[in-house]
């Protein structure tokens, strides 16, 4: 199942859509700061997805022993990570309020600044339809 980012709930937030893998050392290394950006960001209207196209038996005892405080999607079909170009892992899409895509990055370059300039984002915005910005 693909995630998507402009479902009803998620339209007036800004979402951040974290691919990850447990088999890759980086991707789990920057879990701590995730998980800190999203104490950070409390105040503010922003959904954190961590997305995964492990099974959740795979998942589970990494996840035990580094807890995620964003929400957990499985993406076992891949879906997801064709929909937002994902490449490379680790991998951070935040998606404006707008809908689209206002940057791309690693998960430990992600600041509290990225969430607040994708939030002022919208359909007039400086980003280009169909072009991502990009730090």
């Not at 492990?54 to 964003?70: C, F």
């Not at 997801?80 to 370059?109: C, M």
Request: glycine residues 4%; charged residues 25%.
């Amino acid at each position: 199942m693909a995630v998507d980012a402009l479902s009803p709930p998620a339209r007036s937030k800004v979402v951040v859509l974290d691919f990850f893998a447990t088999w890759y050392l980086p991707c789990v290394a920057s879990i701590p700061h995730v998980n800190a950006l999203i104490g950070e960001t409390k105040d503010l209207p922003v959904v954190f997805l961590a997305v995964a196209s492990e099974a959740r038996g795979v998942l589970a005892p990494v996840l035990d022993k580094h807890p995620m405080r964003a929400t957990l999607v499985l993406d076992r079909d891949g879906e997801t990570y064709k929909n937002y170009w994902v490449s490379r892992l680790p991998f951070v899409d935040i998606i404006g309020t707008d809908g689209r895509i206002a940057a791309f990055q690693h998960p430990e370059r992600i600041a509290r600044a990225d969430i607040e300039k994708a939030m002022r984002l919208r359909a007039t915005s400086e980003i280009r339809p169909g072009r991502p910005s990009v730090r």
